[in-house]
């Protein structure tokens, strides 16, 4: 075993130890899942009459209609606020001061502003429909929120990179595009897609402007008293699949990480060892004394 910077190589005494912690921790969690599920039993939560509505076809396609109405919101909210991310935090990284102005001030007051008054203002003061006034919301927030992301993932960047491509003679959209914004990318990603993750599960708040979403469909089962009230099993069903959307996005972003790790534009080169070169015109070497 190797010692590492942050803590010491636990002994024999410490790992004994830990592995009582894990074990014990274990027996908790697992006494935690079944109090619950005991309670869901004694609530009868598993009876036929809550279940038997996902049996049936016309539940299943109200479903399977809220979902891809969901990802339809997600998708629209996702593009649009990457760009509208990136066209703020090009305008704070400008070095015209009213431009870098007006953009702060932007993001600044979206940042600051509820995402669910942002929607009810557009959907309901601009008479927006509701899948744009969901959209618009959402942008509206996330774009902000990832416009800082960008401008801090590009100021991570090493300056002296910027300097040596400005000395080149690099223009400065040349300079963003080849040298700060790729090297920028792999520190960013993890925010980005942390974003995109909120973005995705704020879609939910579509249903409270009547827009049929994933959690609208599932509300609209949970309230039917024909199969006594199904809550805890739509949310048994939903919640999953919300889960779900969530780590395959985050896969998604590990997987573009390890791409673009083996891009050979961004992946690292051997160089080789500096040896003596040859003489210029001229120059003559000196007798040795």
Not at 170 to 185: D, E, G, S
Not at 186 to 199: E, N
């Amino acid at each position: 075993m190797t010692a590492n910077a942050l803590y010491d190589v636990p002994g024999p005494r410490a790992r004994t130890r830990h592995r009582a912690y894990g074990l014990a921790g274990t027996v908790v969690i697992l006494a935690l899942i079944g109090w619950i599920l005991y309670l869901l039993f004694v609530t009868s939560q598993f009876t036929a009459a809550k279940w038997s509505p996902f049996t049936y076809v016309g539940i299943q396609e109200l479903l399977l209609n809220g979902l891809a109405n969901t990802l339809r919101a997600f998708g629209f909210a996702a593009v649009l606020s990457l760009a509208f991310g990136a066209v703020l935090a090009t305008g704070r990284l400008s070095v015209h001061r009213p431009i870098r102005w007006l953009c702060t001030l932007i993001v600044e007051f979206f940042r600051a502003m509820p995402l669910l008054v942002m929607i009810f203002f557009i959907y309901v003061a601009l008479q927006v429909a509701p899948l744009p006034a969901l959209v618009a919301g959402l942008t509206l927030y996330n774009g902000s929120v990832l416009a800082e992301v960008f401008r801090s993932g590009i100021n991570a960047v090493e300056r002296g990179q910027g300097e040596a491509a400005y000395a080149l003679g690099m223009r400065k959209t040349q300079v963003m595009t080849y040298v700060l914004v790729p090297q920028a990318v792999r520190a960013m990603l993890p925010a980005i897609i942390s974003q995109l993750v909120v973005a995705l599960k704020d879609t939910s708040l579509g249903f409270l402007i009547t827009y049929e979403e994933f959690l609208h469909a599932g509300k609209l089962i949970a309230s039917n008293l024909d199969y006594d009230l199904p809550f805890i099993p739509v949310v048994m069903i939903i919640a999953p699949i919300y889960i779900g959307m969530c780590m395959l996005l985050s896969w998604f972003a590990n997987w573009v990480s390890r791409r673009q790790m083996r891009n050979p534009k961004v992946e690292s080169a051997d160089v080789a060892a500096a040896e003596p070169g040859n003489l210029l015109p001229g120059d003559h070497q000196r007798p040795a004394l």
